[in-house]
């Protein structure tokens, strides 16, 4: 399916150009045996069946929700879907508000939406060559109607297992597992879908301040900057974009990255807790990938931070570590609390103090 034709809306981002952009700029993957390519790709159908298996019995979400296969695809075909599923949270997200400026507005200031392609086809050529996985929760409709697809990129599973030096089986399946665990998250709760788009939506009607109101809080972001640099504690990419937001666009944005996170480090908690008993190497394999994220040569490690990506490493910790508190403390039916309810999801400032959010939602 054309990554633009599920979007009604007048565009601000040219997806076919930027999945254009993509393919060209990104380079092939590893090259590997025909027959062992095929044995990857049969071993990642078969791991994505059983990883959710070992999910369901390990949260007890979804027990009755069929399973399907994961699909395998090579770095074009995950840039084709990843730019589709954008754009379909992209259009979700604005239906969620009802701001018309929105639609048809300029949200990426002066850029056409065809520059704004190329920009985008960069980023999707960077990640297309660093993502294992991913479930795109708006994408085609998957088994009986459930929505979202899990895609599992083989050239980059492959390259990631070569490169650990880990057993291809194992890694296969630890993968699969944290994957599986978004795919089960957004199926077993049937208002997290709609929440995180109305959120979504929340901060893209936020940002529509113009560009006058960012500069009359410039001053004040370097002072800070100024001030964190001669502490020795850099507040980052992300942090500086926080200091030139307004109020009601941090609390927007906290809201995203508390949800973002709690995802993230649940899937990263399931995968490592499942683990031992499916993956004998799970801890030489969280170690070494561990240090494989955090590695790098400088321009990785400037596009990384540039792009977020050492952000959303942040996240999995931070989210993980909150998973590991809560379930020790109250046990994972008492976790699952945060599933009940969208009120009942952590707060920014919860997910580092996990006691908090035990006071609050189970007295």
Not at 132 to 161: C, K, M
Not at 223 to 231: F, I, W
Not at 252 to 257: C, G, M, P, V
Request: glycine content about 10%; aromatic content about 4%.
């Amino acid at each position: 399916m054309n990554a633009t034709s599920a979007v009604e809306a007048p565009r601000t981002l040219d997806w076919n150009v930027a999945v254009g952009t993509a393919v060209r700029l990104m380079k092939p993957g590893p090259e590997v045996p025909r027959s062992e390519a095929a044995r990857a790709v049969r071993s990642l159908r078969r791991c994505s069946v059983e990883a959710e298996s070992h999910v369901r019995e390990q949260t007890g979400l979804g027990l009755d929700l069929p399973i399907a296969e994961g699909d395998v695809v090579d770095r074009p075909d995950w840039v084709r879907g990843a730019a589709f599923g954008l754009s379909e949270m992209t259009s979700a997200a604005l239906a969620t508000v009802e701001s018309q400026s929105l639609r048809g507005g300029d949200l990426l200031g002066e850029l056409s939406a065809r520059s704004a392609g190329v920009q985008a086809g960069v980023v999707l050529a960077y990640l297309g060559g660093k993502v294992l996985g991913q479930f795109d929760p708006y994408g085609e409709s998957g088994v009986d109607g459930q929505r979202g697809r899990l895609l599992l990129v083989a050239p980059n599973i492959v390259a990631a297992q070569q490169s650990l030096g880990v057993p291809a089986d194992d890694f296969l399946m630890w993968v699969c597992l944290h994957e599986s665990t978004h795919r089960l998250q957004f199926n077993a709760v049937p208002w997290l879908r709609e929440h995180f788009a109305a959120g979504l939506g929340e901060l893209l009607t936020q940002m529509e301040g113009g560009t006058g109101e960012l500069l009359t809080r410039l001053p004040n972001a370097v002072r800070e900057v100024r001030t964190a640099r001669r502490a020795d504690s850099s507040p980052g990419v992300v942090g500086i974009l926080e200091l030139l937001q307004s109020p009601e666009q941090r609390a927007a944005l906290d809201r995203i990255i508390a949800i973002s996170t709690l995802l993230e480090g649940h899937a990263d908690h399931v995968m490592d807790a499942v683990g031992p008993q499916v993956v004998p190497s799970v801890g030489t394999i969280r170690r070494r990938f561990t240090e494989r994220r955090a590695g790098g040569g400088l321009l990785d490690r400037i596009l990384r931070s540039l792009l977020g990506v050492d952000a959303k490493i942040r996240q999995y910790a931070q989210g993980a570590a909150f998973t590991e508190h809560v379930v020790d403390r109250v046990g994972m039916s008492g976790f699952n609390a945060v599933w009940a309810e969208p009120g009942n999801l952590p707060a920014r400032a919860e997910i580092t103090d996990p006691d908090a959010w035990i006071r609050r939602v189970h007295g």
